[in-house]
């Protein structure tokens, strides 16, 4: 042991806290930077040999500290609890989206919306009956049925543009997952290359693990790391990148709801390998969307087609036993647009009565009313009472108003229920984040802290060295007199 | 110990900051529109009434216009009756005149004839009075008379349906449950047609027979027969109209209702909003102010 020995000491100990600031720096710096973890340099005293032998003793007295290693301090178990509730959060911010676009596509309660036309169209049947002659009466009925089926169609169409948009939206979001997947296989790559020779590549973990995030938010992924420090990801236990290989995926299914709701089991969306084409069971905002292409917007719109058909089979079935003002009896009232009468939706019924003269309000026939034409209104009576519903004994059972009004009342319900979901599960994935940031984040309190110890110890060492040289200058200078 | 770091600290405040926000927002909006429901998944209980409601409302509007055209195909069905009446009251008188004075000469009778010939042309006018298209009295006609001549001088009823076939009454819906015949065949107000014993085929009679004092006696029975039958008709109207009165109070009490109902649900509690918004204000401003306190200092604003 001698007075270099303790030089080369106090030079560890100053170029490891030279390090230790270096790294205060880089954590102060990235105080706000997303998916940051803190570092930390881990010191470790350097002792004295071992194992003693001829040549080489040592006096107990170690020689300085090494501060190679730099630790990233994150909890692995937190991460992934992030990954889940994140997806939770993005699949049920999608739906809530959804049901808040419905919800503005129907338009109630209030007088825009299809009930208010409804309740102009039954009316309609009412100043028939009180004027049964008059074209003036008979010709705002058909406007106002006009009104009503062009209403139906315009809810129609808002839900198919709100389908077309959420297929778009996943196309695009499979589009950046397939880049982020890439992403991650390229980082595997080089973290792995890194491993091998032993530098650090804390920063290249952490945007790893922040891209990783991005695909559990987006499709529900989730991360195991290996031990060649590479990160495989899978999807629903598909796995889209392991280690420098990341598979690729695209958006299988049809291209509308209808098609959706005619064969559910071929057109329904999915998201499938390419190539391949096995389905993955995503999460997160993908299965958020698929949820509103497969299954709400496909229901709302398949509960609007039975409303639709229910008023042309409710109205018809009583416009058929009147008598025009021609004395022919009524047809149909409603129609799918080409005569058709049973296979009428939202998006097709039209009003089958252009000729004014056609509605079929009395129920005298010529013959019944000694060959003249009958002015009475019976028929338009019962077809104004339709809008109580479909009567039987006395009382009446669910006619089109009330199939519509059940559908609004349960989509609020669904809507409520979502957005509770949402709240809640908002809540704790911001809770999880900031118990990962309690871990993981820069407190610049406690960074200011370390860097004031090891401000003080860089001096200190400083100081070891004077002292040394002012140890080494007495020696030399009583020898040399 | 939990680590706080700055950034937690941030991230917590945002939330509760946008929390603020939201319920901020939410009041305003309420406040702007006035309303407590705007889309149905604010209150789906309320949705649900506030439809069924608003379709309540839908259907007075229209009973209220029912009612209002009921009561005025009764009010001009009671006073061409009245009319009638008088006129066929003249009839009597002057039938009992011919009867009295059964030394009258050649042409006071005559006199007498061509003055019941020129009331039973009137009668025929009033007959065919035609309100909104439809003569009154003719029961499901499309056509515009109710009785014509024939050609040989009598009045042949060209309506459709006698009363008897409840399709072919006028009707008007009052309320839900309820309707109200509005007019009355003639058939049912001046007797059965064809017979000859009907007002017109009476009133014929009267005019033909005023020399013969035995025939005369008939037709004086036989136009008492019909003055009972036209008064009945009168009674008749009468009754439905003060039906027709009742629904249309019914109805204007209906309305009230619904509307008081609707607002109930639908529309905001002006004072409770206004304190709520008041102290939603309150809150976002001390959550600010704590927000910015908490963010600014840290070691560093204490180090020299």
Do not use: C
Not at chain 1, 202 to 209: G, P
Not at chain 1, 371 to 377: M, N, P, R
Not at chain 1, 398 to 419: E, F, H, N, P
């Amino acid at each position: 042991m001698s007075l270099f020995s303790t030089l080369n000491t106090a030079n560890t100990a100053l170029s490891a806290q030279q390090r230790a600031i270096e790294v205060t720096g880089q954590n102060i710096a990235n105080v706000n930077t997303d998916g940051y973890s803190r570092q930390r340099v881990d010191m470790q005293s350097v002792g004295g040999t071992a194992v003693p032998a001829i040549w080489s003793v040592s006096n107990q007295v170690g020689s300085g500290v090494d501060a190679d290693t730099i630790t990233r301090i994150r909890d692995a178990f937190l991460e992934a609890r992030a990954q889940t509730e994140h997806a939770g959060a993005s699949n049920l911010t999608v739906q809530d989206t959804t049901y808040t676009q419905v919800q503005q596509a129907f338009r109630e309660p209030g007088t825009t919306g299809i009930q208010s036309m409804l309740s102009d169209f039954w009316p309609g049947f009412g100043d028939i009956a009180n004027n049964s002659t008059d074209t003036g009466a008979r010709e705002q009925l058909l406007e106002r049925s006009q009104t009503l089926a062009a209403g139906l169609h315009s809810t129609m169409g808002s839900l198919d543009g709100q389908w077309a948009e959420s297929k778009d939206s996943l196309q695009t979001l499979v589009t950046d997952v397939n880049a982020t997947a890439s992403s991650i296989a390229e980082l595997n790559q080089s973290i792995k290359s890194a491993t091998m020779s032993k530098l650090q590549s804390n920063d290249l973990q952490d945007k790893r693990d922040s891209l990783v995030l991005k695909l559990a938010e987006q499709i529900g992924a989730t991360a195991t790391p290996m031990d060649d420090g590479t990160l495989t990801v899978t999807v629903g236990g598909v796995s889209l990148v392991s280690g420098n290989n990341a598979i690729q995926l695209a958006v299988s299914g049809g291209n509308s709801a209808a098609e959706v709701n005619q064969n559910p089991a071929a057109n329904s969306i999915a998201i499938v390998t390419n190539p391949g084409g096995a389905v993955v069971r995503a999460g997160g905002t993908a299965a958020g969307q698929m949820t509103t292409m497969n299954s709400i917007i496909p229901g709302y719109e398949k509960q609007l087609n039975g409303v639709a058909q229910q008023l042309a089979d409710q109205v018809n079935s009583v416009h058929q036993t009147g008598y025009d003002l021609y004395g022919t009896q009524g047809g149909a009232f409603f129609d799918d647009g080409s005569g058709g009468t049973t296979a009428v939706t939202a998006a097709n019924i039209s009003v089958a009565v252009t000729d004014p003269k056609k509605i079929a309000a009395a129920a005298l026939s010529p013959v019944a009313a000694n060959g003249q034409i009958s002015a009475d209104h019976a028929v338009a009576d019962q077809l104004y009472q339709l809008r109580l519903g479909i009567p039987s004994g006395g009382t009446y059972t669910d006619g089109a108003d009330a199939t519509y009004r059940k559908m609004i009342v349960a989509l609020g319900v669904q809507a409520a229920t979502t957005s509770n979901s949402l709240t809640t599960q908002s809540a704790v994935s911001t809770h999880v984040d900031a118990a990962r940031e309690s871990v993981s984040g820069v407190n610049i309190d406690e960074e200011m802290t370390n860097m004031l110890q090891y401000q003080h110890a860089y001096s200190a060492a400083g100081q070891l060295v004077s002292t040394v040289q002012s140890m080494m200058d007495t020696l030399i200078n009583m020898v040399g007199r | 110990m939990t680590r706080v770091t700055q950034h937690a600290v941030a991230l917590t405040s945002l939330q509760g900051l946008n929390g603020n926000l939201a319920a901020l927002q939410r009041l305003q909006q309420q406040m702007t529109s006035g309303k407590t429901i705007s889309q149905p998944s604010d209150d789906p209980t309320g949705t649900n009434t506030s439809m069924i409601v608003r379709q309540g409302m839908a259907g007075a509007t229209q009973q209220a216009r029912n009612i209002t055209d009921g009561q005025t195909f009764l009010d001009s069905t009671d006073s061409a009756l009245q009319n009638m009446l008088d006129q066929v009251r003249k009839v009597r008188d002057l039938t009992v005149q011919a009867l009295n004075n059964g030394a009258l000469d050649g042409p006071s009778q005559q006199a007498i004839a061509t003055q019941v010939q020129g009331i039973r042309e009137s009668l025929l006018g009033q007959a065919n009075l035609v309100v909104q298209g439809r003569p009154l009295f003719g029961g499901a006609t499309t056509g515009s008379f109710a009785y014509q001549d024939d050609g040989t001088g009598n009045y042949v009823y060209g309506g459709v349906g006698d009363g008897t076939d409840s399709r072919t009454w006028m009707t008007r819906q009052v309320s839900d449950v309820e309707q109200i015949r509005v007019d009355i065949t003639g058939p049912e107000a001046f007797g059965v047609p064809g017979s000859g014993k009907d007002l017109f085929g009476v009133v014929k009679n009267v005019a033909a027979d005023v020399a013969d004092p035995t025939k005369l006696t008939t037709d004086l029975s036989d136009l008492d027969n019909v003055i009972d039958g036209l008064t009945t008709a009168l009674a008749d109207i009468g009754t439905r109209s003060a039906r027709m009165q009742t629904a249309a109070t019914n109805n204007s009490n209906q309305q009230l209702t619904l509307t008081t109902k609707l607002s109930q649900t639908e529309d905001i509690d002006l004072p409770k909003t206004i304190m709520n918004l008041q102290m939603q204000q309150v809150g976002y401003q001390a959550a600010l102010a704590a927000t910015a306190q908490a963010l600014q200092p840290t070691l560093v604003d204490f180090l020299k």
